[in-house]
């Protein structure tokens, strides 16, 4: 069609991993989108590290020590003993340790910026 803008998709991307821990470097890494939105491998991937980073108790009694003091905590910041009552020490803990990671565009594709997107 004559006068329409060709665009070529690209499924591929770099991103910058700024490690949690400071004294590990900054690296570029090459990422492959081709799952899309619905398979979204950074995101996969940053979920991963951050739960690779939490220190998790092992044994039992850390366990509990740890259920205890998210208790006592959300005791001071007004949780009832109803609402507590309603929270399996397993249902705290896998609160506690799930992660959630959010991408947020800084810039859209667009003829203006080269199509190129930031993603933060």
Do not use: W
């Not at 470097?25 to 899309?36: C, K, N, R, T």
């Not at 309603?86 to 959010?102: G, K, V």
């Amino acid at each position: 069609m004559s006068g329409m803008l060709s665009v070529t998709k690209s499924s591929d991307y770099t991103y910058c991993f700024l490690p949690v821990v400071l004294t590990q470097p900054v690296e570029e890494i090459e990422g492959d989108g081709s799952g899309g939105l619905g398979d979204d491998q950074l995101l996969k991937n940053c979920k991963r590290y951050f739960s690779s980073t939490l220190n998790l108790p092992k044994s039992d009694g850390e366990k509990a020590q740890l259920v205890q003091q998210i208790r006592t905590d959300a005791r001071a910041n007004g949780a009832t003993e109803a609402q507590l009552a309603t929270l399996s020490d397993e249902a705290i803990l896998n609160i506690h340790t799930s992660t959630s990671c959010e991408i947020t565009a800084l810039t859209i594709p667009c003829p203006a910026n080269g199509n190129i997107a930031v993603s933060m």
